[in-house]
């Protein structure tokens, strides 16, 4: 398997007039191509601000990201526009749907975005409907679709455009168990059929034990990583709730 | 600290709403530009006549005032509203931390006043700086230039601004202060977010209600052009209302079905972003449906004043020469209808040799018992502005002069008489609208009955002409009938007069001379008055200035009213866009996130706003069109040609201020999006 995401010597500081508040200090890991990662960590370890940086929403302050070889560092604004067009879908804690738009044509955003021209929108779009089973109600507005739904029709916009990498911040936080399992259920079928590398950042064990690897961080810094190996979900969720114990700390 | 917090508030709200600031000083501006018109008077070259016309805009401009001041309050408390609605839960927050009342009450007091104070200033700099090529303008207005010329600065006009409003700011804190005072803070603090439920709308239905609607003012139309119009004057009304409530209704159905029709044109509908650009615009405009069609009839109003003022003034221009043919007219009303002396021969008396101002005419004017109404009646529904002309309460009579004495007027103005033959007549009038329904009536009959005495039309022998000067066209219908027949009572002498061109300095000067001593109502009033009847005199210098007095006064008040009309309605389009940005900074900021580049955003933007403030400029356009035809097809004092050209300077004025607000609400929207980012 070759490395599709490359993080190394990851730094970021906040802060200005020599008052400065390092977010992330020399964080370095890699992901590889159809490998589903986790990200956890206590409150303000630097989990959002580590995945901010991979997604090109905040620049880095020294080090280096590479996706697919490609490094972020040097990465003109314009370039990094295509560039998160192009390789990156996300699914978010609030969903992020707008509210105006059918779940059709939330999902069809993406698409259109890239460029993409109909008969190719709605073919597509049907495709992935069938597969996260939103094709009853790609015709509803956000607000008449439960909190598993949007989170589907999330999903599916992230998914569509075939991204190498789907980043995903806290995708379960504002979903009950059941919708939740479903969600990381259809994010893990995902993964295997069509090897899209997943990088999830949460603070629920139970998410993150869906992965094939747990990377945990504190005060900005690498702190261990558990690979789930052959073991099963719960045992490997045992061991996620062992680290988690010893991390310590309030987990978010 | 309540101050330092008033004044960064003031720096804030100067930035994120200088739509706000630009309508408030602009208002400001154009209040002062029409107060400082008197200071004009000075300096620009105007006759007695013109004095007094400028007096009468003065006068007139001070009743529009009052509509200005209440339509500006209207606005700018709209506006504010808007602005307060944003800011709850800050001043939830200034309560939660412990701020009393009155210092709430203070802060607010401080940033009205501030945002006041700075917007009159600017505002008072603006009007000061275009009231000095706004001279230019009224010149123009009055055909006349500019002399004396001087730095126009008028402090009554700065005055009389400042107080209006102070008055407007002071009732803005008031009604700010009353809205603050009916919040409880913890509906304040509750965060807000708007869920946007869209109604889905058939479009069977919506086909079936755009089609009624259709109907309906089709039939309308043709219920007001049938004779039903004039017999059944209430109920013509009643239809007429009936219309109007059915434009809004179809308004509404329009724009829906617009954006169904779109919605549902799938492959267009997906290509790049269209199809949230429509989504949105049409969320944006089914939530202020009935405020973006209020929007539009009031823009519908101002289009269509700025057009007939414009075209009004076109057409005066060119309806002087019809009008007013003659360089002067004297008319000698007689007491008796036995003609017992000349009355160039009473003038003479009174110090005026009209035979030394140059080639002149007498007509008498005889007066027939037949009226217009018996003659042409059942003709005038063609043209149903000449309705109330033709019996307004007293009866118009048809009057009649003999075919010699048309025959001089015809010599003096250098034209070819029609030859008439045996008991033929001739019909002269002023009016253009006059010509179809005499047409009409030339269709149906060969002679004509006055008086019991039968005449023969002549063919052809209707001819636009006026026999004396009018202030505005006037001069119904005038028969010519041979020589022999006149004998009916003739109270009424004309004398046309064309100046000889060596003298015509001093003939405009006497005839201008006696008409100012008979305008004015003194003593000296009575000095043209003999034991015969009396004189009345109109030059063509007295109709050109009377006409282009008036067309000043319609153009000003037409430019002033509709200026303030297309503000309000811009002013809140733009409101609407911004707050609508701020409250859906999450939306566009996902759009980013999903790998939208910034550029698409702005286009976006741009596009949603584009839509927004054209949809009602593009609901008002037909209206406008149905207003001017109707007014071209009952408005004497209205032409089609002038029209157009009128309709082609009021679209550019509407594009211009409703397309500047646009233009500057896209950069405002743009940047606070991109700020709050």
New interface residues.
């Given amino acids: 398997m070759s490395e599709i995401l490359q993080v190394k010597q990851l730094e970021k500081y906040y802060g200005k007039n020599g008052v400065l508040t390092k977010a992330l200090d020399d964080v370095t890991f890699s992901v590889e191509r159809g490998e589903f990662v986790s990200i956890m960590g206590p409150s303000g370890s630097g989990k959002t601000t580590l995945l901010n940086c991979i ?1 090109t ?1 905040d620049r880095m302050s020294a080090g280096d990201i590479l996706i697919e070889g490609a490094s972020l560092a040097n990465m003109s ?2 370039q990094a ?2 560039f ?3 390789q ?1 879908g ?1 699914v ?1 804690q609030e969903f ?6 059918t779940a059709f ?1 939330n999902i ?3 698409l ?4 993409v ?2 008969p190719n ?2 073919k597509r779009i049907m495709t992935i409907a069938e597969r996260l089973d939103i094709v009853g109600i790609l015709d509803k ?1 956000p ?1 008449q679709l439960s909190g598993g739904q949007k989170q589907r029709v999330a999903a599916a ?2 998914l569509v ?1 075939n991204p190498v990498l789907i980043l995903a911040d806290e995708p379960t936080g504002a979903l009950d168990s059941k919708s939740a399992n479903q969600l990381l259920e259809t994010l893990k079928y995902t993964h295997e059929q069509d090897q899209t590398a997943i990088l999830l950042v949460t603070h629920d064990a139970l998410a993150a034990s869906y992965s094939d690897r747990v990377i945990f961080i504190k005060d900005g810094q690498f702190f261990n990583e558990l690979y789930r190996g052959k073991e099963n979900r719960n045992e490997f969720f045992q061991r996620i709730m062992e680290i988690l114990i010893v991390l310590g700390g309030q987990n978010g | 600290m309540v101050k330092q917090l008033a004044i960064r508030n003031l720096k804030r709200s100067i930035q994120d709403y200088r739509i706000y600031l630009f309508t408030f000083t602009f208002s400001i501006t154009i209040v002062y530009l029409f107060q400082s018109l008197v200071n004009q008077q000075t300096s620009i070259a105007l006759s007695q006549n013109q004095l007094g016309l400028m007096n009468t805009i003065l006068r007139a401009l001070e009743g529009v005032n009052i509509f200005v001041v209440i339509a500006f309050s209207a606005l700018l408390a709209g506006a504010n509203g808007f602005l307060l609605k944003r800011r709850q839960q800050e001043f939830a927050i200034y309560y939660a931390l412990g701020m009393k009342q009155h210092q709430v009450a203070q802060l607010l007091a401080l940033e009205t006043f501030g945002t006041g104070v700075i917007a009159l200033i600017l505002g008072i700099i603006l009007g000061v700086a275009i009231s000095q090529i706004m001279i230019l303008m009224t010149a123009q207005l009055f055909q006349t230039t500019v002399i004396n010329y001087q730095f126009l600065f008028s402090w009554i006009a700065i005055l009389k601004t400042s107080v209006y409003f102070l008055i407007i700011i002071i009732g803005i804190f008031l009604l700010n202060y009353w809205q603050l005072k009916r919040y409880r803070i913890t509906s304040l603090l509750k965060n807000k977010q708007k869920t946007y439920e869209l109604k889905r709308v058939l479009q069977q239905r919506l086909v079936l209600e755009w089609s009624g609607a259709t109907l309906l003012i089709l039939s309308g139309y043709f219920f007001l052009q049938s004779t039903w119009f004039s017999k059944y004057f209430f109920v013509s009304i009643i239809v007429s209302l009936c219309m109007i409530l059915t434009c809004i209704w179809l308004n509404i159905t329009s724009v829906k079905l617009v954006f169904q029709l779109l919605i549902r044109s799938k492959y267009h509908y997906l290509k790049q972003l269209r199809f949230v650009t429509i989504r949105t615009s049409w969320q944006q405009i089914n939530e202020h449906l009935w405020s973006i069609v209020g929007m539009s009839l009031l823009i519908v109003s101002a289009w269509s004043i700025l057009t007939l003022s414009f075209s009004y003034r076109h057409t005066s221009e060119a309806v002087i020469q019809t009008i007013a043919p003659y360089d002067a007219t004297i008319v000698f009303h007689s007491y008796e209808s036995d003609k017992v002396a000349s009355p160039v021969d009473l003038l003479l008396e009174k110090g005026v040799d009209v035979k030394a101002l140059g080639d002149i005419t007498m007509t008498n004017i005889y007066t027939t018992e037949t009226t217009l109404n018996d003659l042409l009646a059942e003709y005038n529904m063609a043209n149903a502005s000449l309705y109330t002309f033709f019996d307004h309460g007293a009866p118009s009579f048809l009057r009649v002069i003999t075919y010699d004495d048309y025959v001089n007027i015809a010599q003096l103005l250098g034209i070819e008489p029609i030859r008439t033959r045996g008991h033929e007549v001739l019909f002269l009038t002023n009016m253009d609208d006059m010509l179809p329904v005499f047409e009409d009536y030339l269709q149906t009959h060969e002679t004509i009955d006055i008086d019991g005495q039968r005449y023969g039309i002549r063919e052809d022998g209707y001819i636009k002409l006026g026999i004396e000067n009018e202030d505005f066209s006037r001069q119904m219908l005038i028969a010519v009938v041979p020589e022999r027949e006149a004998k009916w009572p003739q109270y009424t002498t004309v004398l046309n007069v064309m100046y000889d061109q060596k003298k015509s300095m001093q003939a405009e000067q006497l005839l201008d001379e006696m008409y100012q001593t008979l305008i004015n109502f003194d003593e000296k009033q009575n000095q043209y008055d003999t034991q015969y009847g009396s004189f009345s005199v109109l030059t063509k210098q007295h109709v050109s200035e009377q006409v282009i007095g008036e067309t000043a006064l319609v153009v000003y008040i037409g430019m002033y009213s509709s200026i303030i009309i297309l503000l309000a309605c811009a002013t809140l389009l733009s409101l609407h866009q911004l707050t609508f940005v701020i409250e859906r900074k999450s939306e566009y900021q996902t759009l980013l996130d999903i790998g939208s580049s910034k550029k698409q955003m702005y286009q976006q933007l741009k596009k949603q706003m584009i839509v927004y403030f054209i949809v009602p400029v593009l609901l008002a356009f037909p209206q406008v069109l149905a207003i001017l035809w109707l007014m071209v097809k009952l408005a004497l004092e209205i032409e089609a040609g002038s029209t157009m050209i009128s309709l082609a300077v009021s679209t550019g004025i509407i594009i211009l201020i409703i397309g500047g607000y646009c233009i500057v609400s896209i950069q405002s929207g743009w940047r606070m999006f991109m700020k709050q980012k």
């Fill in positions: 997604a929403f604004a314009s526009e295509t998160r067009r192009d990156l996300f978010f992020q749907l707008l509210t105006t738009l044509e069809a955003l993406a259109t975005i890239q460029g021209k109909e929108v709605t507005f607000s916009r992230a455009t």
